[in-house]
Structure formats: structure tokens, C-alpha cells
């Protein structure tokens, strides 16, 4: 949400920067409902100011016995009454329609995200380790043979497509991938862990940005609640309404969740495989502090999710993410890509976002300064540390071998019972 003062003040800089993500003119729909309600709010209080005067010299015209006088002005202020009450109503449906074009208006890129309209314009800002020389064709984790206990047929008997069956070592190595990111983010990391609902309220989904344009992407249940996209909604949610002492931020936390997305804009994209379902886990981070220190812990987050990929020795590359690519909430993203060899290319695993005061202008979650001063908003920070599915294509893909089994990280050996390879029978040795 923005700052109506802040467009006010400064419209053509509003435009400009929003020109980055393609979106031209919204300054001037803003401001012209903005004026059409200021208006209205104006042109309610001098009417109340009128009907007040005609009231008082309603008694004056009683008293003084002038019937002529007393009836005009009575009948000036029934005018007066309904006139506040329609102008009143018009401010209300004018105030509406602001609130309901700013909740659509994305966040303004941060000065330096590059240019660009699309992913070209993405920019590499460092690589982490060299995809392994293999001497065989490498394949994509449903045709390993270590993998068979990834059931797309009987998960589409189930539910359709876009959802996957895991049993026996799949099952075991996608845990102890989840379990493996908890225990890093917690000892190491300083997160707190956090266990949250999966289905929300629509209010909560607004706070973070999914609603009201991006309903179409997530599922509501018949009775009005939301299942969760992502643990961004109900951890940065904790503090909706807020207001915090300073010292009690930064507030970190991270959850592993289910998530659950319709992928309404994907269609005919990554249809085979696990790597796009509707229904998949997610360790989430989730940052919550003051606007002097969002940069740094961006960067800070952003180590964070770099952190569990060098443990399990995955390559990978970062990117900072151009103007026209970021999520609609985002001032600055970036995205963390693990090398698949069986795409032989970078594959998004993490995005982490700054988004300022975004959300929490829509959240009102705020602070109190400890120097004094009026409650400010704070800033928002999330990011995937890791989607854990795809971390599981990572590990299956990285360490397959030419027979068909999988050599897995020496990391996840405390999670496994101390094994570190899947056969190529599927069995966990």
C-alpha cells in the first residue's frame, strides 16, 4: 500500500518509478479520485457548518416569534441534513475507490534494481561452487532410477495433475531436507521456529499483498478461508495491528509448511516432475524490523538461504531481479538459482524480498522509536530457505551417478541414520 501524501507530493517521481515496471498515467487516477474525495469531505463540512448556523438561528427566529423566518430556516436545514448525508456517502464511495486502487498498485522498485521488462534483465551477482563434470547424460529427477518412489500416477489418481506421491527414500531424504534447513536457521541463524495455520483470513492475505489482485493464484475454501501460498502470509501477519517497542525487533522466524497454489499463469510450463505442483512444502523466512536496518538484513537473508545450499554442496548462482520481474510486493528481490544437470541450466530454489513498508502500510503494523517521536512503520523482509521440494530435485539431480543411484550430501547424514546414497532400486543404504 502507499502513501497517499507521499503520491501528493510528488507524483512525477510516483510515475517514474513505477515506469520501471511497465505501468504508466497512475498518478492522475490516484490523485483525481484523491481530489473528487477531498472534495466531497470539503464540501460536507461547510454544509454541516451551514446547517449548524441555520440551527442555532432556528431557536433565535422561534423566540423572536417570526413564523416566516422559523420555517425557512427549518426547512434549511432538513436541506442541510440530506445534502451532508449524500456528500457524506459520495466521500465514503470516492475514499473506497482510492483504498481499492492503491491495494493494486505494486511497490516502487529501490533506486538500484536494474532496468529491464522480464527476466533478461536479471543480473548475476555471484556463483557459488561448478556444476560436476558427468560422463554420462545426465537425466531429470522423475527418470532416476533412485527415485521410484515418486508416484506421479498415483497422485494424479488422487488429485489431479501437478501433485506428487513420495514413499519409502524420497519420502525420508524430502524430511530430513526440511528438518536439515529447520535446524540450520535455529542453532545458526538465530530464527525463531514458528508452527502456523495453513488457512487464513482474507484480512491476512490483504496484509501481505496476495489480495485482491492475485486471488486467482491461491485457493479459498467454501467457508472464506485461504490455504496458504507461502508461510510469508502468517508470519509476516503476526504483526497486523501492531505496534512494537523497538527493541523488540528485528523479529526473525521461520516455519516448514505446506503451501498450496492454483499456478493459474503456468500453464504448459514444467508440467512433468515435481518441480511445479499445487501443493508442495516450504521452509519460509520471515524479517520484521526498522527501516534503518531492512538493507542489511536483506543481505543478511539472503546468506541465510545461500548457507543451506553450500552445506549440501549444491551449485548455484545468485541474481539480483530487474524492475519488470519482481513480485508485486517487492522494492528489491533476489533469487537464489541451483544448478539442475538434468536441465543443464539454473533453476530458481529461493527469492528473497525486501518490501519495505509495503505491507506494512496495509498490515498498520508499526514501532515505537526509542529516541521518542510518533509510532513508524516497520519493514518487512521474506524469503524461501528453501522450497523443499525442489531442494529434493537438486540433491537427487546433482548426486545421481551413471547406475541410477544417488549419492547424497554428507549434511544430511545425522537426518538419514548416518546412509548417504540411494540406490538404484530406491533403497536408502
Known sequence: ???????????????????????????????????????????????????????????????????????????????????????????????QRLADLLA?????????VPEGADE??????????????????????????????????????????RFAVLTGAVARLHRALAQFMLDLHTSEHGLTEAITPVLVRSEMMFGTGQLPKFGEDSYQTTNGWWLIPTAEVTLTNFVNGET???????????????????EAGSAGRDTTGMLRQHQFEKVE????????????EHLRMT???????????????TVVLCAGDMGAGARRTHDIEVWLPGQNRYREISSVSTCGDYQ????????????GGKPEFVHTL?????????????VLENGQEEDGSVTLPEALRPWLGGRGRIDATGALV
Open 1 to 95: 500500500m502507499h502513501d497517499i501524501r507521499a503520491i501528493r507530493d510528488n507524483p512525477a517521481a510516483f510515475d517514474a518509478a513505477l515506469a520501471r515496471r511497465g505501468i504508466t498515467g497512475m498518478s492522475a487516477r490516484v490523485l483525481a479520485l484523491d481530489e473528487g474525495r477531498r472534495a466531497r469531505i470539503l464540501a460536507a463540512e461547510t454544509a454541516t457548518a451551514e446547517q449548524n448556523r441555520a440551527s442555532r438561528e432556528v431557536g433565535a427566529a422561534r423566540a423572536a416569534g417570526d413564523d416566516a423566518a422559523f420555517e425557512r430556516l427549518r426547512a434549511l436545514v432538513a436541506d442541510k441534513k440530506a445534502e451532508v448525508a449524500r456528500l457524506t456517502e459520495e466521500a465514503r464511495i470516492e475514499d
Open 104 to 112: 493494486t498498485i505494486p511497490n516502487l522498485p529501490a533506486p538500484d
Open 120 to 161: 533478461t534483465g536479471n543480473v548475476e551477482i555471484r556463483r557459488w561452487g561448478s556444476p560436476r563434470a558427468l560422463s554420462f547424460a545426465p537425466r531429470e529427477h522423475f527418470d532416476l532410477p533412485a527415485a521410484r518412489g515418486m508416484d506421479f500416477a498415483t497422485a494424479a489418481k488422487l488429485s489431479g495433475s
Open 244 to 262: 512494537l517497542d523497538e527493541a523488540a525487533l528485528p523479529r526473525r522466524h521461520v516455519a516448514h509448511t505446506v503451501c498450496f497454489r492454483s
Open 285 to 296: 523466512m520471515v524479517s520484521v524490523t526498522t527501516p534503518d536496518c531492512s538493507e542489511e
Open 303 to 317: 546468506r541465510c538461504a545461500e548457507t543451506v545450499l553450500e552445506r549440501l554442496g549444491l551449485p548455484y548462482r
Open 360 to 371: 506494512a502500510r496495509r498490515m498498520n503494523a508499526r514501532f515505537r522509536p526509542a529516541a
Open 382 to 394: 521474506n524469503g524461501s530457505g528453501l522450497a523443499v521440494g525442489r531442494t529434493l530435485i537438486a
